[in-house]
């Protein structure tokens, strides 16, 4: 059928946004939630509900899970295994990419197919095919549910490797928290002398609409090894973030975050890399072997 129906596992604000897109989409959806309220105004718009999981599971081969994590799929799914053969489980709940790859295996032993998912959208995003959610898992079992999925946001298929999509997933999540706790920090700093985080956002957002420059000049310095300080070097960072760090104290706030990225820094130039690009960090963070 061109809109399969589908079981959706998990009525959290992602699940439910799912749902949601899926029934706006035409599709069938079967539902089931350990808190079966949550699905009542869900099945008041269409969806079936399941009353158990086993029930849900033999509804439809495409079954979407949408968890707080791995540990409530295994809560679920675990005393529900004799409904698992046949079933294609597209678990679109994060974590790490170890637990992804254990999942699959889990899955397969079961007689599933495990696919991963991270999804890069708050639920707000969710049947906007602008938005993205990283998918890895066996190709071929990908791209016959990819139409399905794509009622959902866009698709970016990373690999069959089950782990890929929790580490994309990840590596963005790494890039988002620390940027965003650096506004804050720098919103406290601003707090402390007066300035609102209203005045403050056009240059905080100024800021971050430099950074993707920066990243595409040195991303193939980093493949390359490159560490030159061409245009920036060690010792000048240093002597910034020294002063961040000073900015920070005088204002009476927590220097915790400028620390950390000041002892990096220093330590990069006690091994001597006082000359070289800050991007020599990452031999820092994971030495290249000798
Ligand atoms: P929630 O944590 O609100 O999802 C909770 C769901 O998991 C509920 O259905 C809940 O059931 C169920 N659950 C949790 N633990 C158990 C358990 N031990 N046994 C049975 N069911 C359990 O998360 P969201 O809906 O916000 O997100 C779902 C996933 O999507 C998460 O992995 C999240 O990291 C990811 N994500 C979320 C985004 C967001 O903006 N919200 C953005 C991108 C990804 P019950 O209702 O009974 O408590």
Known sequence: AATPSVTVIGLGPMGRAM????????HRVTVWNRTAAKADDLVARGAERAATVEEALAANELVVLSLTDYDALYAILG?????LPGRVLVNLSSDTPARAREAA???????????????????SGIGNPESSTFYSGPEDVFEAHRPTL???TGADYRGADPGLAALFYQLQMDIFWTTMTSFVHATAVARRNGISAEEFL??????????PGFLAFY?????????EGDVDNLAMGLASVEHILHT?????????LPATVRDFMRRAVERGRAGESFISLVEEFAPSAA
């Open 202 to 211: 056009p240059y905080a957002s100024s800021t971050a609409a430099s950074v």
């Open 150 to 152: 794509e009622v959902l």
């Open 79 to 83: 005393p529900a295994t004799a409904a």
């Open 219 to 227: 991303a193939p310095r980093l493949d390359a090894r490159r560490y």
């Open 105 to 123: 295996e889990w899955a397969a032993r079961h007689g599933a197919v495990h696919l991963t998912g991270g999804v890069q959208v708050p639920p």
């Open 248 to 256: 920070t104290e005088d204002a009476g706030v927590d220097t915790t």
């Open 19 to 26: 749902v949601g897109a899926f029934l706006d989409a035409g």
